[in-house]
């Protein structure tokens, strides 16, 4: 698996990143729907949102503006936001592909996404109560 110091590094750095965004997501989201006295999921809603606002002034700032170590990219990118939130991943890659320039490909990933992971949740709620169906 680890072929040098350098993957090494990478996964130590992707791991602290992990451990972080974790547990901002959890105790951020819990702080913010006990806050909110509404029934929507807003620690989640804010979760993915400000997730989306770091990944893209992280990786702005990363690419273009400062000389960054890339351990330490990717511990704020795949490590803590990916663990904060994939919907910043999932927004990065749509908006790389629309900078691409093919419309139908960049609809089936950007529509596609939430509505066939919403199809493949539901189809994983199916198969586990067909495995094990409740408890009486």
Known sequence: M??????????????????????????????????????????????????????????????????????????????FLGAYTTFSSYELDTANLLELKNLQRDLVYWIGSPLLGLLCFRCGVLLANFAQPKKN
């Open 2 to 79: 680890f072929k040098n110091s350098s993957s090494v590094r990478a996964s130590v750095a992707i791991s602290l990143g992990a451990i972080a965004g974790s547990l901002c997501r959890y105790y951020l989201g819990l702080w913010i729907t006990q806050s909110a006295d509404i029934i929507f999921p807003m620690g989640t809603f804010m979760v993915n949102l400000s997730g989306c606002l770091l990944m893209g002034f992280i990786t702005t700032i990363t690419t273009s503006r400062l000389a960054v170590s890339p351990d330490l990219v990717l511990l704020m990118t795949t490590g």
